[in-house]
Nanobody
Framework: QVQLVESGGGLVQPGGSLRLSCAAS???????MGWFRQAPGKQREWVAA???????KYADSVKGRFTISRDNAKNTVYLQMDSLKPEDTAVYYC????????????????WGLGTQVTISS
């Protein structure tokens, strides 16, 4: 069973930045990977995805503010989050995704514990 460990969350003020990391227990070089988030009382939603060839897609709500990247040698995916807003407050998760077009969906059945991101003044 693949294990995903997210880290890097925290409490920051609006306009601040955070860099999230997701370490996978398996080789990810042939996988498209993505970040998802779940705000209190809401369903988990897709945020960003990166293909094995480097193609990238973002949800409209984070486009221009978030940057996804990957380091296959470390089996790690990153999410650089800038210009953070209170509405970005959520638990952030990573997962393998099924596509980079449309709305990517998660492929691994199990999720990590996520990392809490709180944007508040």
């Amino acid at each position: 069973q693949v294990q995903l460990v997210e880290s890097g969350g925290g409490l920051v003020q609006p306009g601040g930045s955070l860099r999230l990391s997701c370490a996978a227990s398996t080789f990810i070089r042939f996988f498209s990977m993505g970040w998802f988030r779940q705000a209190p009382g809401k369903q988990r939603e897709w945020v960003a995805a990166i293909g094995m060839g480097g193609s990238i897609k973002y949800a409209d709500s984070v486009k221009g503010r978030f940057t996804i990247s990957r380091d296959n040698a470390k089996n790690t995916v990153y999410l650089q989050m800038d210009s953070l807003k209170p509405e970005d407050t959520a638990v952030y998760y990573c997962n393998r995704v099924d596509q980079i077009t449309g709305t990517p969906g998660p492929l691994f059945r199990s999720w990590g514990l996520g990392t809490q991101v709180t944007i508040s003044s």
